[in-house]
């Protein structure tokens, strides 16, 4: 749970990633509830510099319309020019602008559509003329969607382009009354930013409201003098406020409205005299108390009360003994069987949990007489026969309707009042834990004490020691298919994992017949000289594979292949047309169990599934990674500014931090880069006094440090945060801390505008390892040779604003076209799961910008068969120049799910340059 509000500029990050992706053209606003008769408009943004022909495309649901087909007349009318926006509408073009004269002269109107938008909610799809969706969204008028879009003239906005459209938490209410149909709309600021509800005292066993509390999180005394309540979305009912509410204060106002007949629900408006709304909010009256209250303050979270805290600091009757401990949500297997929630009791007495609910993410309501004693674990599992099965005895309930979603979800517990108890927001890997997305692992809590909403605060649970050691064995002939080389280049045996894994090998052998001598040579050893004769020599995606006491540890952190992106070894003594035995003991660590063995010429090969246990996770036990003397303040966000600096800047580094246990020592290490990764991590202190470092407010949880030592063009620093307590215990961000540092660039660049921006800051040692020359060379024990496929840690920078820590790099291309050097004009490069961008984790870079490629996806699209997105962008490596290359899309499941109705069920073939 959160205790804290923070900026919004960190809070993005957290949007988890749903199905239905952002790309190139996005819904950016939705007027689907105006006042009175004014139309219905949904707003359409490009969001590239690529001309797209929007001829014939369609809304298929939520409203009916397609847009006109191409004239000669008007060529350039269903082209949707760079970054442009257009509208459709409930009406034609004269009505909408009548109604809304506002909107831009130059901005492209189409309508009216039949039907019209629900003031329920619905989804909205657009596709295009080949029936691919272009965007869709399922709006909303309730739960987590904003209320002020429903009738009082407001409309949705996205906050963040860049970010999933389908998802309530990218969208707000419009800054004005009216919305902003065809530009941008401003972001809140002023009095919409610092007042919000904060508590609604009702009478005595009535409907009536009593007061209405207002809370100010400024920093200085707000006047609300020109400002009304209202509880109806026409504003027909509202009162004049007086006074003020002093800084970071409350204040309240005696509130003659009653809820409606026949609800339970009342909704409140806070609106200036342009009746533009600065705060909304939707209580239920309590059956059996009075008082209802946000906590904490500025939090949209309402609780009811035993008591009332009128113009004070809000304390409201909940409880938060109870925590969300573990979450099972995406077992290897893909099967929802092994699926769990855990519960822990941290307080100090028994908890009857009797009518409690899940509400979002999963459904379960806990029967009559569930009790849960202190110190207790209980397990909400999805089935509760499958679980008893593999685990044996747990203390355990279910089963839950619903699935956990492997692209992450909020999870929610309320008790019978309807307030919460607690809630994970989670989403798959990168500050989040790695290997519970989808590799084995469950999601502890380090510690119960630690807010279980922040990433920091999770660890993946230790599986290592579950699964045992079993046989493989397999028979064929050896044909020497192919004999380029000498012998030690073609008689080879490759072993390759198929993902990210991590499996355990000893008492490999190649024997003929069975029962000769083994033919791998240095069977038991670690080749570092780039020589397969001298033992395994892992390189690319299996780069971090090692040999330690006889027993092979193959790691991958991708897929493997048959060039460079596996472990082989020389076998030169075996014979053509011979009959050999690969045999091998093996077990499962985490990641995919898919195993690919095979002799270099693949005429003796197989590929294995080596078993995963049932016994995931640690349910109704103490979690494997607890820390051990307490809890860790909490590291939940990061953030550099500006993006890119120039070298008159200082850098101001913010950190939001939870502390569990007093005061947190918060400091930010950081260094210089330097091509032998060697250089000395300083270490500057970080405040939250609203004075030292440069922070701007005092104790509102974010710790600030300004640093002025790096300010030589072109010189990239690399930092981390570590926040400690008086315990010992830790956490950093990003989490891996000095391995997968933050970086930033110092560039004097002026950088052309024409063009979105993609800027990629990545080590100058990475850098090295990526040139063949040296990454394929005892400085990295020839880990990395040319065709390698390891990614490298870097930050990402879209248009010199928007920052991604934790992105990655390669280099890309086939046999024919993959450069040797240290060049990234062709590359791939993906975000962390938690942060994708525009709905896309992988893309690609092209050299290709002679327009061949775009002429000829073109045509293909014409023609109705599916094609790549791509958009002509300027991408920056370091201080280097803004080269014009073409981001794609690449083939692989954000594409197929895109194009295909069975998404990426089935089998890709892909050419192998071998």
């Known amino acids: ?439 084995g692992s469950s999601m502890e809590l380090k510690h119960p004490d630690m807010d279980n909403d922040a990433a920091a605060s999770w660890a993946d649970s230790n599986e290592s020691q579950k699964s045992t050691m079993q046989t493989f064995t397999h028979t064929g002939t050896y044909r020497q298919n192919n004999s380029r080389g000498s012998a030690s280049d073609y008689r080879e045996f490759h072993m390759h994992l198929v993902g990210d894994s991590y499996l355990l090998l000893e008492n490999i052998s190649l024997r003929q017949n069975g029962n000769g001598g083994n033919e791998l040579q240095n069977v038991t050893s670690h080749a570092t000289n780039g020589s397969s004769a001298s033992g395994w020599l892992c390189q690319g995606t299996h780069w971090a594979s090692y040999v330690r006491n006889g027993q092979v540890h193959l790691i991958s952190d991708g897929h493997g292949d048959n060039k460079a992106n596996r472990a082989e070894i020389d076998c030169t003594g075996i014979n053509d047309n011979a009959s050999y035995t690969i045999q091998f003991d093996a077990r499962w660590i985490w990641g995919k169990p898919r195993l690919i063995t095979q002799t270099w010429d693949h005429s003796i090969g197989k590929t294995w599934l080596i078993p995963i246990p049932d016994n995931l996770g640690t349910p109704g036990a103490q979690n494997s990674n607890i820390l051990s003397n307490g809890p860790a303040p909490t590291v939940a966000s990061v953030l550099h500014s500006p993006a890119v600096p120039r070298s008159s800047d200082s850098v101001k580094i913010t950190a939001r931090v939870l502390s569990p246990n007093g005061v947190p020592t918060v400091t930010v290490l950081h260094r210089e880069d330097n091509n032998n990764a060697n250089g000395r991590w300083r270490s500057t202190a970080m405040f939250d006094n609203g004075t030292s470092g440069g922070d701007d407010i005092a104790g509102d949880g974010i710790y600030t440090a300004t640093l002025t030592e790096y300010r030589t063009d072109n010189r990239i620093v690399q930092f981390y945060i570590r926040a400690g307590g008086a315990n010992g215990e830790f956490t950093l961000l990003p989490k891996l801390g000095p391995e997968r540092p933050a970086m930033w660039v110092v560039d004097n660049s002026t950088i052309p505008s024409d063009l979105s921006t993609q800027r990629f800051v990545i080590s100058a040692y990475d850098r090295d390892a990526i040139n063949t020359n040296v990454g394929h060379s005892s400085k990295f024990q020839y880990d990395f040779p040319r065709m390698s496929n390891h990614y490298f840690n870097a930050t990402f920078i879209s248009n010199e604003a928007n920052v991604y820590y934790n992105a990655e790099l390669r280099k890309s291309g086939s046999p024919f076209t993959r450069s040797s050097g240290n060049g990234l004009n062709h590359g791939k490069w993906k975000l962390p799961g938690d942060r994708h961008f525009r709905g896309r984790q992988k893309s690609v870079i092209d050299p290709s910008v002679d327009h061949d490629d775009r002429i000829a996806r073109y045509f293909l699209y014409q023609m109705g068969h599916p094609v790549s997105e791509a958009e002509f962008v300027r991408v920056i490596i370091n201080g280097g120049s803004a080269s014009v290359r073409d981001d794609m899309e690449p083939i692989a499941n954000d594409f197929l799910n895109r194009n295909f109705s069975e998404g990426n069920r089935g089998t890709l073939l892909r050419i192998d340059d071998e």
């Open 1 to 439: 749970m959160n205790p804290l509000k923070f900026p919004a500029a960190l809070a993005l990050v957290l949007i988890p990633i749903l199905p239905l992706k952002a790309k190139q053209v996005i819904f950016s606003e939705i007027m689907y509830s105006p006042t009175g008769s004014l139309p219905e408009y949904i707003e359409v943004q490009n969001l590239t510099a690529t001309p797209l022909d929007f001829a014939k495309w369609k809304f298929t649901n939520g409203v009916d319309y397609e847009f006109p087909g191409f004239s000669a007349a008007a060529s350039q009318h269903m082209f949707l020019h760079a970054f442009q926006r257009i509208l459709v509408a409930s009406v034609d073009e004269g009505t909408l602008r009548a109604a809304y004269p506002g909107i831009p002269r130059d901005v492209k109107i189409f309508g009216p559509w039949i039907g019209a938008l629900n003031n329920g909610g619905e989804r909205v799809t657009l596709k295009d003329k080949n029936g691919v969706i272009v965007s869709s969204v399922n709006y909303g008028n309730d739960g987590h969607w904003p209320i002020a879009a429903n009738g009082t003239g407001h409309s949705l906005v996205v906050r963040n382009e860049d970010r999933l459209v389908d998802n309530w938490r990218n969208w707000r209410v419009s800054t004005r009354n009216g919305g902003s149909p065809g530009e941008r709309d401003s972001e809140p600021s002023g009095l919409a930013t610092a007042l919000t509800f904060s508590e609604v005292q009702f009478a005595d066993g009535l409907d009536d409201l009593n007061w209405i509390e207002l809370h100010n999180s400024g920093e200085s005394t707000t006047n609300v003098g020109s400002l009304f309540l209202a509880t109806l979305p026409d504003f027909s009912d509202k009162v004049p406020l007086s006074g003020s509410v002093a800084a970071r204060d409350y204040n309240s106002w005696t509130a003659p409205f009653v809820v409606p007949v026949g609800s339970d629900e009342i909704s409140l408006f806070l609106i200036d005299a342009s009746e533009n709304v600065l705060a909304s909010a939707r209580v239920t009256r309590p059956v059996g108390r009075n008082s209802v209250q946000t906590f904490p303050a500025g939090s949209s979270d309402w609780f009811s009360s035993e008591t009332s805290t009128r113009d004070a600091p809000n304390n409201p009757t909940r409880n938060d003994d109870i925590v969300i401990n573990e979450i099972m949500y995406d077992l290897p297997s893909d099967h929802r069987n092994g699926e769990f929630v855990e519960l822990y009791n941290r307080g100090n007495a028994p908890v009857d949990l009797s009518g409690w609910r899940f509400v979002d993410g999963i459904d379960f309501t806990f029967p009559a007489n569930t009790m849960l004693d202190d110190g207790a674990y209980l397990v909400v599992a999805a089935d509760r026969a499958w679980m008893e099965s593999a685990y044996g005895a747990l203390p355990i309930i279910g089963d839950f309707t619903d699935q956990l979603r492997d692209s992450g979800e909020l999870v929610r517990l309320e008790d019978t009042w309807g307030n919460l108890v607690d809630q994970v927001d989670y989403l798959p890997s990168g500050d989040w834990p790695e290997l519970a997305d989808g590799d």
